[in-house]
């Protein structure tokens, strides 16, 4: 299993950025993808997960819900994080994981992590 997150940058308060999360080494479909995110000295938090099924739920933290959308192409063998009106407090690396046993939000039960890309918002 392995996973390659990308898509971050820098942007101004109210920008958006699209994080993908690439898939190798299994069955998309199979697994639960999640987004974490650590900002500087701060723990691992979840942000949002789409369960395994093809027509996954999606689930979200309750500070990006309405701004940051979670899909999934499995054609394209990817999980993309549409983050949109972004603040501040959104700077961290974000991390995709993937589980088989469905969506977690505990770091420490996560079954695969990616490396991380940064997103920094900032004037």
């Known amino acids: 299993v392995q996973l390659q997150a990308s898509g971050g940058g820098s942007v101004q308060p109210g920008g958006s950025l699209r994080l993908s999360c690439a898939a190798s080494?299994?069955?998309?479909?199979?697994?639960?993808i999640g987004w974490f995110r650590q900002a500087p000295e701060k723990e691992r938090e979840w942000v949002s997960c789409?369960?395994?099924?093809?027509?996954?739920?999606?689930y979200y933290l309750d500070s990006v819900k309405g701004r940051f959308t979670i899909s999934k192409d499995s054609a394209k063998r990817t999980v993309y994080l549409q983050m949109n009106s972004l603040k501040p407090e959104d700077t961290a690396v974000y991390y995709c994981?993937?589980?088989?046993?469905?969506?977690?939000?505990?770091?420490?039960?996560?079954?695969?992590w990616g490396k991380g890309t940064l997103v920094t918002v900032s004037s």
């Open positions: 789409i369960t395994r099924r093809s027509d996954g739920s999606t």
């Open positions: 994981s993937a589980d088989y046993a469905g969506c977690k939000s505990r770091p420490s039960s996560v079954d695969y």
């Open positions: 080494g299994f069955t998309l479909d199979y697994y639960a």
